[in-house]
DNA sequence: TTCGTGATTGTTAAC
DNA sequence: GTTAACAATCACGAA
């Protein structure tokens, strides 16, 4: 089924300031597996790596899917920790005052996605994450690693 | 120069 | 309960 073949847009409601979704643990499997298959395969492309990883997600033992599990319940909390934040911050009324001060990180990646992607909500190819912030340590300093420009 | 496409699965949230 | 959007990734093409 086209999922992206829908342009009613159902959820209009779709702040540009709102949280990004956590990573599912399909998503964490694909990051690690990604740079291996690429290795392997450089001449492959997104979407074939992409199938590649879903072959292979197949594949896995439990016992490596659980652990992804765990890691993506992880990222979940962190997910729920920021849309309370979030909500806090105005929900989305006031995206501009987040965008001042509010959520650290959120208003940062908006910011920069406003600024990269003005056209898309919330940026479908902000990416880029890694080249920019792979000193960050992946622990939870989202709430406030940022605000250095003041 | 900048953005969309493609392809995957899981999760979330709107209806 | 159902359904579709969206999450990462990035080379490449199109405008």
């Known amino acids: 089924m086209p999922r992206s073949a829908a342009g009613t847009s159902k959820r209009a409601s779709k702040d540009p300031n709102a949280p990004k979704r956590p990573l599912s643990a399909f998503f964490l499997f ?24 879903g072959a292979r997600w197949k594949k896995v033992s ?17 997910y729920e920790a920021r849309v309370s934040e979030y ?6 009324s006031s995206p501009a ?3 001042s001060k509010g959520s650290s990180k959120v208003a940062a990646a908006a910011a920069a996605s ?37």
């Open 30 to 53: 694909s990051q690690d597996e990604r740079p291996d298959i690429k290795k392997k395969s450089p001449s492959m492309s997104v979407g074939d790596i992409s199938k590649e990883i």
């Open 62 to 78: 439990d016992d490596v899917k659980k652990r992804y599990e765990q890691k993506a319940a992880v990222e979940k909390q962190k």
């Open 87 to 92: 909500k806090k911050s105005g929900g989305g």
């Open 97 to 99: 005052k987040s965008a």
């Open 114 to 150: 406003n600024k990269k992607s003005p056209k898309k909500p919330a940026g479908k190819k902000s990416a880029k994450s890694k080249s920019s912030e792979e000193d960050n340590d992946d622990d939870d300093d989202d709430e406030d690693d940022d605000e250095d420009e003041d």
